[in-house]
């Protein structure tokens, strides 16, 4: 049942295209702020914010804002756990793809 | 035979292949096993199917596979889509893994400068070290400076060029990538470093072979960079370590000598490699 323990804990929140495309640029980059995800994902403002905010909330990034000059400027990392999520899920969807 | 996924759960329709077969193996009482039987069957019937416990949806779908699902399962559950979902998926990963990382922050000008800045050190030293009988204190010394000079003003250069391209594309140079890259290249450098005070020491010994030596301790830095790079870094590493056993190989009075080869090298390799990099990626 380990497996099946494994994916069952892998939750929506990273089950989804948009929200599994922010986490895996922001895991090969390190951090990135808005304009650079959505042109690395192809995805529109409101769209992606909505995914960032769901991010957010279940601890999987840490949103800091600044300003450079007079632009604010919102740059996105990936939290321990976000790491932590992303790995399993990566893993999980190997095994699969393995077995199938 | 498709039912249309449930539009009010906007999260979930992008598809919940893997999640709602571990779910309904929990929900079921059912291993690993009947998991794998699920995705197999899928992948072979290429089916996009919702499934419930129930019949009602195995008239509408119709499939060999879906009905062996509808037949073992007991708990309600769906499948939004089929086969191609998990390499969906991975492909998502890695295209926004490869966005991320590579061509993001290498900028192409920088490759075309420092390839100039090496012309410039192999014109400025062409009468430095003609041959390892000519070599004196003093030429010794302004050889090593020209070079270290090179070598500062392509570093500058580069770090520079790199944070202007990173800020560009909305990242910062010395990012956890950053930092990583810098610990890649550091081996390669000091190896160069050491030759460099070697001949310090020992001009005669070395000559002009320490242009080889420093194609190679180049070579390999750029080799370990390229591992967590674009693939072009890895090829400009191989051109150079290639270009560094030739040079150290090639005979005397040869029609092409240790500094030419340092001018095709560390001048024209990083030249066509910027112009590459600036045409493909961006300057």
Same mark, same amino acid.
């Given at each position: 049942?380990? *497996?099946?323990? #494994?994916?069952?804990?892998? @939750?929506?929140?990273?089950? %989804?295209?948009?929200?599994?495309?922010?986490?895996?640029?922001?895991?090969?980059?390190?951090?990135?702020?808005?304009?650079?995800?959505?042109?690395?994902?192809?995805?529109?403002?409101?769209?992606?914010?909505? !995914?960032? *905010?769901? $991010?957010?909330?279940?601890?999987?990034?840490?949103? !800091?804002?600044?300003?450079?000059?007079?632009?604010?400027?919102? *740059?996105?990392?990936? *939290?321990?756990?976000?790491?932590? +999520?992303?790995?399993?899920?990566?893993?999980?969807?190997?095994?699969?793809?393995?077995?199938? | 035979?498709?039912?249309?996924? @449930?539009?009010?759960?906007?999260?979930?329709?992008?598809?919940?292949?893997?999640?709602?077969?571990?779910?309904?193996?929990?929900?079921?009482?059912?291993?690993?096993?009947?998991?794998?039987?699920?995705?197999?069957?899928?992948?072979?019937? #290429?089916?996009?199917?919702?499934?419930?416990?129930?019949?009602?949806?195995?008239?509408?779908?119709?499939?060999?596979?879906?009905?062996?699902?509808?037949? %073992? +399962?007991?708990?309600?559950?769906?499948?939004?889509?089929?086969?191609?979902?998990?390499?969906?998926?991975?492909?998502?990963?890695? %295209?926004?893994?490869?966005?991320?990382?590579? !061509?993001?922050?290498?900028?192409?000008?920088?490759?075309?400068?420092? &390839?100039?800045?090496?012309?410039?050190?192999?014109?400025?030293?062409?009468?430095?070290?003609?041959?390892?009988?000519?070599?004196?204190?003093? /030429?010794?010394?302004?050889?090593?400076?020209?070079?270290?000079?090179?070598?500062?003003?392509?570093?500058?250069?580069?770090?520079?060029?790199?944070?202007?391209?990173?800020?560009?594309? &909305?990242?910062?140079?010395?990012?956890?990538?950053?930092?990583? $890259?810098?610990?890649?290249?550091?081996?390669?450098?000091?190896?160069?470093?050491?030759?460099?005070?070697?001949?310090?020491?020992?001009?005669?010994?070395?000559?002009?072979?320490?242009?080889?030596?420093?194609?190679?301790?180049?070579?390999?830095?750029?080799?370990?960079?390229?591992?967590?790079?674009?693939?072009?870094?890895?090829?400009?590493?191989?051109?150079? $370590?290639?270009?560094?056993?030739?040079?150290?190989?090639?005979? %005397?009075?040869? /029609?092409?000598?240790?500094?030419?080869?340092?001018?095709?090298?560390?001048?024209?390799? !990083?030249?066509?490699?910027?112009? /590459?990099?600036?045409?493909?990626?961006?300057?």
């Amino acid at each position: 049942m380990a *497996t099946v323990r #494994k994916l069952d804990a892998l @939750d929506d929140v990273i089950h %989804q295209k948009v929200r599994l495309g922010v986490m895996s640029s922001l895991m090969a980059s390190g951090e990135a702020d808005f304009n650079f995800l959505k042109g690395a994902l192809g995805v529109s403002d409101g769209n992606l914010s909505t !995914h960032l *905010t769901v $991010l957010e909330d279940h601890g999987y990034i840490i949103v !800091h804002k600044e300003f450079v000059g007079k632009k604010p400027r919102t *740059t996105y990392t990936p *939290t321990l756990a976000g790491r932590r +999520a992303f790995e399993l899920y990566v893993t999980a969807l190997e095994s699969l793809v393995r077995a199938g | 035979m498709i039912s249309a996924p @449930d539009k009010t759960d906007g999260a979930k329709e992008e598809g919940i292949f893997l999640i709602d077969i571990a779910a309904a193996a929990v929900r079921a009482g059912r291993g690993p096993n009947f998991m794998l039987s699920c995705h197999q069957a899928l992948c072979e019937t #290429k089916t996009s199917a919702i499934l419930c416990s129930g019949e009602e949806k195995r008239a509408e779908s119709g499939e060999p596979g879906a009905r062996m699902y509808s037949n %073992q +399962a007991k708990p309600v559950f769906r499948i939004v889509t089929s086969a191609g979902e998990a390499e969906e998926h991975l492909r998502v990963i890695r %295209q926004a893994m490869e966005r991320s990382t590579r !061509h993001s922050t290498l900028s192409g000008l920088s490759g075309v400068v420092v &390839g100039l800045l090496a012309l410039a050190g192999c014109l400025l030293t062409q009468n430095v070290v003609k041959s390892v009988a000519t070599v004196t204190e003093a /030429w010794k010394f302004l050889f090593l400076g020209v070079w270290g000079a090179v070598f500062l003003l392509s570093l500058a250069t580069d770090i520079l060029l790199t944070k202007r391209r990173a800020a560009r594309v &909305g990242k910062t140079a010395f990012s956890p990538l950053g930092k990583h $890259l810098t610990r890649a290249a550091a081996p390669g450098l000091f190896a160069a470093l050491a030759f460099s005070l070697f001949y310090v020491r020992f001009p005669e010994l070395l000559g002009t072979y320490i242009y080889g030596a420093w194609m190679l301790c180049y070579a390999v830095s750029l080799l370990s960079v390229g591992m967590f790079s674009v693939r072009e870094v890895s090829w400009l590493g191989w051109a150079f $370590l290639l270009a560094g056993a030739l040079t150290l190989l090639i005979p %005397q009075g040869w /029609w092409i000598g240790p500094r030419a080869m340092m001018a095709v090298t560390f001048g024209g390799f !990083h030249i066509l490699y910027g112009l /590459w990099m600036g045409y493909k990626y961006g300057w």
